[in-house]
């Protein structure tokens, strides 16, 4: 039995919802994850209004392409909580599981993400917090330190390959991390090295991130050391790849499949 792999919207941010659905659906992925709310204010979201919600998931049925996460939420000192109930309400009508969100760091952080995990908790969704290095919370170990500082029940450490490399984690650690707080994981590539200064980490991962095997991040070791049931998704934003999206999106999930192939002697 194949590995399920899901397609993160940010790898074709520009497609519709439906669009990326019927993408996924074309090039072997099993599920998608979608921008149901805006990284910064009047930046590109997708979240949709009742008609085209409704549409989304006649799509959806159709494709027999299921949501399991929205992103992204910046957790910081101007978000209001319950600002994120539509997107929630949307992401809970479409069956989704998760909410993908990173943080800045600011007096009443802990409180704020309680909250924000209790919203998600009553419409069944979980919370899955990434490190990045350009962000307060930038490391493995300062996002479990949120989740336990908050007492959230529902959260759990986002597994995001770049940001896991670029904010000092390694391979082995996602391995130590305790059970259950490691719910979900995105696959990319990128050079072994990492880009001096936030402005071109900022750049890379928006931009620069490469196909599994392209670059020399230990991604046999991080898919290795992931939970068995650990959802995957591919999040791989390229401002270079040209090739039209059901090339590139083929080429995605056969590069990424192929890290979840059966080892042969």
Same mark, same amino acid.
């Given at each position: 039995?194949?590995?399920?792999?899901? *397609?993160?919207?940010?790898?074709?941010?520009?497609?519709?919802? @439906?669009? *990326?659905?019927?993408?996924?659906?074309?090039?072997?992925?099993?599920?998608?994850?979608? %921008?149901?709310?805006?990284?910064?204010?009047? !930046?590109?979201?997708?979240?949709? /209004? !009742?008609?085209?919600?409704?549409?989304?998931?006649?799509?959806?049925?159709?494709?027999?392409?299921?949501?399991?996460?929205?992103?992204?939420?910046?957790?910081?000192?101007?978000?209001? +909580?319950?600002? *994120?109930?539509?997107?929630?309400?949307?992401?809970? !009508?479409?069956?989704?599981? %998760?909410?993908?969100?990173?943080?800045?760091?600011? +007096?009443?952080?802990? &409180?704020?993400?309680?909250?924000?995990?209790?919203?998600?908790?009553?419409?069944?969704?979980?919370?899955?917090?990434?490190?990045?290095?350009?962000?307060?919370?930038?490391?493995? #170990?300062?996002?479990?330190?949120?989740?336990?500082?908050?007492?959230?029940?529902?959260? @759990?450490?986002?597994?995001?390959?770049?940001?896991?490399? #670029?904010?000092?984690?390694?391979?082995?650690?996602?391995?130590?991390? +305790?059970? =259950?707080?490691?719910?979900?994981?995105?696959?990319?590539?990128?050079?072994?090295?990492?880009?001096?200064?936030?402005?071109?980490?900022?750049?890379?991962? #928006?931009? =620069?991130?490469? *196909? +599994? =095997?392209?670059?020399?991040?230990?991604?046999? =070791?991080?898919?290795?050391?992931?939970?068995?049931?650990?959802?995957?998704?591919? &999040?791989?934003?390229?401002?270079? /790849?040209? #090739?039209?999206?059901?090339?590139?999106?083929?080429?995605?999930?056969?590069?990424?499949?192929?890290?979840?192939?059966?080892?042969?002697?």
């Amino acid at each position: 039995m194949t590995r399920p792999i899901g *397609l993160g919207h940010f790898t074709f941010l520009d497609l519709p919802p @439906a669009e *990326l659905v019927r993408l996924a659906r074309r090039s072997g992925f099993d599920f998608v994850g979608l %921008r149901f709310h805006p990284v910064s204010s009047g !930046a590109l979201n997708w979240l949709p /209004d !009742a008609p085209g919600l409704r549409e989304l998931a006649r799509v959806m049925d159709g494709e027999g392409i299921g949501l399991y996460d929205i992103e992204t939420v910046v957790i910081d000192e101007t978000l209001e +909580p319950e600002s *994120l109930v539509p997107a929630m309400e949307a992401a809970k !009508a479409l069956g989704a599981k %998760r909410v993908n969100v990173c943080a800045d760091v600011f +007096p009443a952080l802990a &409180e704020t993400f309680a909250r924000i995990s209790a919203l998600a908790t009553a419409r069944g969704l979980g919370l899955d917090l990434e490190c990045m290095a350009w962000r307060g919370i930038n490391t493995p #170990r300062a996002c479990l330190d949120l989740i336990a500082a908050s007492g959230a029940t529902g959260a @759990a450490y986002l597994a995001d390959a770049l940001h896991h490399s #670029r904010c000092g984690g390694v391979s082995t650690d996602i391995a130590a991390i +305790p059970a =259950g707080m490691v719910v979900s994981a995105q696959l990319c590539d990128a050079p072994a090295t990492a880009p001096s200064g936030n402005s071109a980490l900022l750049a890379e991962a #928006r931009g =620069g991130r490469l *196909l +599994p =095997g392209e670059g020399g991040l230990d991604l046999a =070791g991080f898919v290795r050391a992931l939970p068995a049931a650990a959802a995957v998704s591919v &999040e791989i934003p390229s401002a270079s /790849d040209a #090739r039209p999206p059901l090339e590139r999106a083929r080429a995605i999930f056969s590069a990424a499949s192929a890290l979840f192939a059966p080892e042969t002697a």
